[in-house]
């Protein structure tokens, strides 16, 4: 079968580890034996609020990147489809899109931290602090730095929306006596605003899964469930806390799974409208 060794990948890959996640979260870390003690601790208070800070970093990230991408998409396809602009605007929100982990949390050191270039130069030339007390090191920071890398994304899988919007639409609306702001906001944003949504769940999904930017950029404390389940691996103070952090991964399946799920049914209802 040739679609055999995609299923192999998908196994090993995906469905495999999927499975000992959920298995370990309801394993003993000590006698391997049944326990619900894992997920009882994902109601603790810490456990709550770095869920409610990953829902924040989410949802902010991908509202800022939805909205900001959007225009930014509107505008790349108002160029026409032979543009050299657009496509080299497209290539490199390709490119940006991508750029995350150790190398773009580097970049904005450089940039913002506290011998970073902007920073030394408002700080010496106006005297103008924006380091403040390392906010680029806390949630402030991971809201700004994850909003570079989901505007780029926004533009990828919303751009195909607006092209496969119909021109007959427009036409009759106009010969219908609508003006542009009417087809709009009668008609043109309407049937976009379900590829909105699912675009934005997708970039909701890519930011609550990211970890390696968060990871160079936050060294104390675990301000989202990424970093958090890095401690209950990792940490020489919280021992034998493996299991747990195979409990957050499992909520952290749910919560994607959940988001994927809304995604695909707006997906669905887009395609009946948009060619």
Do not use: C, H
Request: aromatic residues 10%.
């Amino acid at each position: 079968m040739p679609v055999l060794p995609f299923f192999g990948f998908l196994a090993v890959f995906l469905i495999v580890p999927t499975v000992t996640v959920i298995i370990g979260a309801f394993q003993d870390g000590e006698t391997g034996g049944f326990t619900m003690g894992n997920i009882e601790a994902l109601g603790s208070s810490a456990a709550i609020d770095t869920l409610r800070k990953s829902l924040l970093l989410s949802g902010s990230t991908a509202l800022l990147g939805g909205v900001l991408g959007a225009v930014l998409a509107y505008l790349i396809v108002s160029l026409g489809p032979r543009s050299i602009l657009r496509r080299t605007t497209l290539s490199i929100a390709g490119v940006l899109a991508q750029f995350g982990g150790v190398t773009l949390a580097f970049a904005w050191i450089s940039l913002l931290g506290f011998s970073g270039l902007l920073t030394v130069v408002l700080r010496d030339g106006i005297g103008f602090d924006i380091y403040g007390t390392g906010w680029l090191y806390g949630l402030k920071g991971l809201i700004v730095v994850y909003t570079y890398f989901q505007v780029p994304l926004m533009v990828i899988v919303f751009t195909p929306a607006l092209e496969g919007l119909r021109p007959q639409l427009k036409e009759a609306a106009v010969n219908l006596g609508a003006t542009n702001f009417q087809y709009w906001r009668m008609v043109g944003i309407p049937l976009l605003t379900p590829a909105f949504l699912g675009s934005v769940l997708l970039l909701f999904a890519n930011a609550f899964a990211a970890y390696a930017t968060a990871a160079i950029l936050v060294s104390q404390g675990n301000p989202i469930v990424p970093l958090l389940i890095r401690s209950a691996l990792t940490s020489e103070v919280l021992l034998g806390q493996q299991n747990l952090g195979f409990a957050l991964a499992t909520e952290m399946i749910v919560v994607v799974a959940i988001v994927m799920g809304l995604y695909a049914l707006l997906l669905r209802r887009t395609s009946r409208w948009l060619r």
